[in-house]
């Protein structure tokens, strides 16, 4: 009966094109239609560039994102894109990302800051309201600070060893654990209003930002890398061989084609976007985690203090008396050292020195710089009366503890979960709670 049932299946499928041919030929319009309308589809839609990345970097695209335009094809048939680094992960074929690192000051750009960007684009944000009295203020300078903790992922999918996903894509470079946590500042320049802190174990970040991703697969023999090529810029250019085939003809292939086209279209844009891939890299490969919180400042000096207030290496451990060596360094491209300077940070340590001996639940709860209702006390003030900054310098503590407590990041030790306490809490006060 099946063979019975496919020998009516056939005859039926070919009575129906012939009819849709047919009609074509009846219809100027229709087949004038099916002669552009696959070329059309490939005008601007399909991210190839993109598609490619996440080719290099997991080692695996879905099979609907194969689609490629007239205008990216010299992505696939040009030598000048075998680098070892994913394709937008070059330097200028995107925009580029500037770091900052808080412990030792080092400026550098982002080795992989496309990856990097579709890491953060496939976790989502948790606002983080800033409710400080600055806020209402008038001719506000906002600025826009993002603070995204990395972790290790304890739950990280093994991939088998007789997978080929374990030997394709890109890893971090270094993957021994570090006992420390490091804050790393990120803009796409020193004058921007957006500015990221990536915060995290300083091994993680470092291979992230600083380290380029390498495979863990030996490299394959030159001849190996040629008939690859070959395949690849075979299968591309068949591609746009059966494209113009279908324009030719004006039949019902051409609204075949077409339709598949949309389908890949759509399915990259919807169904598994390159963020989506790049979300399962961080799972299997990278092995890590991110979360990711959104917040305002004031000003562009509430958001220095926010992130002096934030970083693990402002002060050594156990200290508050003075500032860490060189944990300041970080701020120099933003603002040049001086006596100003000098005296802003001496009153922010000493302002930090204060906060450290309350719990950080009613640090965030301090809206106010009025010493009724603020933290840092009478002498505080009237020392630092004169100074602009001095309001700053209490929206940043007050911030930065307000996002400690919603997001729980740790101290300057990566610790368990249950252990963490927050950079500004010192000891006696965790133990007093």
Not at 86 to 95: A, E, I, K, Q
Not at 116 to 143: G, V, W
Not at 183 to 204: D, L, Q, R
Not at 211 to 224: A, I, N, Y
Request: contains cysteine.
């Amino acid at each position: 009966m099946l063979g019975a049932s496919e020998s009516s299946v056939v005859p039926a499928i070919e009575a129906a094109l012939t009819r849709v041919n047919e009609a074509l030929a009846n219809t100027p319009w229709a087949s004038e239609l099916a002669g552009v309308l696959p070329l059309t589809g490939f005008i601007d839609f399909i991210d190839t560039p993109t598609k490619l990345h996440i080719f290099e970097l997991f080692g695996a695209v879905p099979l609907w994102s194969w689609p490629i335009t007239p205008g990216d094809i010299r992505l696939l048939l040009s030598d000048a894109y075998l680098h070892s680094i994913c394709c937008l992960d070059r330097f200028g074929s995107s925009l580029a990302w500037h770091a900052l690192d808080g412990r030792w000051g080092d400026a550098y750009p982002i080795i992989n800051p496309e990856t990097t960007r579709l890491c953060l684009a496939s976790q989502p944000i948790t606002q983080i309201p800033n409710e400080h009295a600055n806020m209402f203020e008038k001719n506000l300078r906002i600025q826009k600070l993002s603070i995204v903790h990395v972790t290790r992922s304890p739950g990280a999918d093994r991939i088998p060893s007789d997978n080929w996903l374990r030997f394709l894509p890109k890893a971090l470079l270094v993957d021994r654990p570090s006992p420390f946590n490091r804050a790393v500042v990120v803009a796409e320049h020193m004058n921007a209003t957006e500015w990221t802190v990536f915060y995290g174990e300083s091994s993680i970040i470092n291979s992230l930002l600083n380290k380029q991703l390498e495979s863990r697969r030996r490299p394959l023999p030159k001849k190996g890398y040629v008939l690859l090529r070959f395949l690849l810029r075979l299968f591309t250019v068949g591609q746009w061989a059966m494209v113009l085939a279908s324009l030719t003809l004006k039949d019902m292939n051409a609204f075949v084609v077409a339709t598949w086209i949309i389908i890949c279209v759509l399915s990259q844009t919807y169904l598994y976007p390159p963020e989506c891939a790049a979300k399962t890299w961080m799972k299997k490969i990278g092995r890590i985690e991110m979360k990711r919180y959104e917040t305002e400042t004031s000003s562009r000096r509430a958001l220095l203090n926010t992130i002096m207030a934030l970083n693990p290496d402002t002060f050594a451990e156990g200290t508050w008396e003075q500032l860490y060596s060189g944990a300041l360094k970080w701020i120099n491209p933003i603002l040049e050292a001086g006596q100003s300077r000098s005296d802003w940070e001496e009153a922010t340590r000493a302002a930090m020195e204060e906060a450290s001996e309350i719990p950080v639940e009613e640090l965030a709860a301090a809206k106010s710089l009025e010493v009724e209702s603020g933290f840092l006390s009478e002498t505080w003030n009237e020392a630092n009366e004169r100074f602009y900054w001095k309001k700053f310098i209490h929206e940043g503590i007050y911030l930065a503890s307000k996002v400690m407590k919603e997001g729980g990041l740790p101290g300057r030790r990566v610790t368990p979960r249950s252990e963490q306490t927050a950079p500004i809490v010192t000891q006696k006060t965790a133990a007093a709670k």
